[in-house]
Every structure is written in structure tokens, then in C-alpha cells.
């Protein structure tokens, strides 16, 4: 797993058109805000969403502040998920860093 801030995943993804972002906040937050094309996966079903990881594809895990997706993360990995990336400082850091849209809450 790599830390990646939001200006370099935001270039990942313009680059990669495979490259999947995976939500792992509650389904109120995701509703709130997100980014768009990222699949919504709650953290609490991660361990029943292993077989939906393909080592095909690279995945960027993403939640509020970068603390969670990182968990996840590290969880997938030692699952043995490859081709990882932690959105470091979030949501949060991407409404300042990329997209002023994105709605931020507490």
C-alpha cells in the first residue's frame, strides 16, 4: 500500500482509465458527497468484498480523512490485494486540494 495525496490520485485517474476508487464511508457520507465513478463499499463489508479485488486493476481506498481507507487498506493488503493506494487526508483534502464541490462535513 502507498499513500498518494489527493493531486496525485486526482492524476491517476485522469491517466488511468482502469483505476477504480473505492469509498469506504457510510452510506450518509457517500450520499453527502464523493468522487465521481468511485464505488461505494462501507468499510463494516470490505471482508465480504474481497473476491470483487482483481490484481488487473489498481485501487485508490478512500474515506472522510485518509484514517480508515488506510485501515482498509492494510487489511486488503495482507489479504493479499495488490496494486493499493490510501487517499492521504481523504475527502477532506481533496475538496481543498482538488475539487471545492465536494461537500465537507464533520
Same mark, same amino acid.
Given at each position: 500500500?502507498?499513500e498518494?495525496?489527493?493531486l496525485?490520485?486526482n492524476e491517476?485517474i485522469?491517466?488511468?482509465? +482502469?483505476?477504480?476508487?473505492?469509498?469506504?464511508?457510510?452510506?450518509?457520507?457517500y450520499?453527502k458527497?464523493? !468522487?465521481d465513478?468511485?464505488?461505494? !463499499?462501507p468499510?463494516?463489508? +470490505?471482508?465480504?468484498? +474481497?473476491?470483487?479485488?482483481?490484481?488487473?486493476?489498481?485501487?485508490v !481506498?478512500?474515506?472522510?480523512?485518509? +484514517?480508515r481507507?488506510?485501515?482498509?487498506?492494510?487489511?486488503?493488503?495482507?489479504?493479499?490485494v495488490?496494486?493499493?493506494?490510501n487517499?492521504?487526508?481523504?475527502?477532506?483534502?481533496?475538496?481543498?486540494?482538488?475539487?471545492?464541490? !465536494?461537500?465537507?462535513?464533520?
Amino acid at each position: 500500500m502507498q499513500e498518494k495525496t489527493p493531486l496525485e490520485v486526482n492524476e491517476m485517474i485522469k491517466k488511468n482509465p +482502469i483505476l477504480k476508487v473505492i469509498d469506504v464511508r457510510e452510506q450518509w457520507e457517500y450520499d453527502k458527497c464523493h !468522487i465521481d465513478n468511485s464505488t461505494h !463499499i462501507p468499510m463494516g463489508k +470490505i471482508p465480504d468484498s +474481497i473476491d470483487q479485488f482483481d490484481d488487473k486493476y489498481e485501487y485508490v !481506498i478512500v474515506c472522510h480523512h485518509g +484514517i480508515r481507507s488506510r485501515t482498509v487498506a492494510l487489511y486488503l493488503e495482507q489479504k493479499g490485494v495488490k496494486n493499493l493506494y490510501n487517499l492521504t487526508g481523504g475527502l477532506e483534502q481533496w475538496s481543498d486540494d482538488v475539487d471545492p464541490a !465536494i461537500e465537507k462535513y464533520k
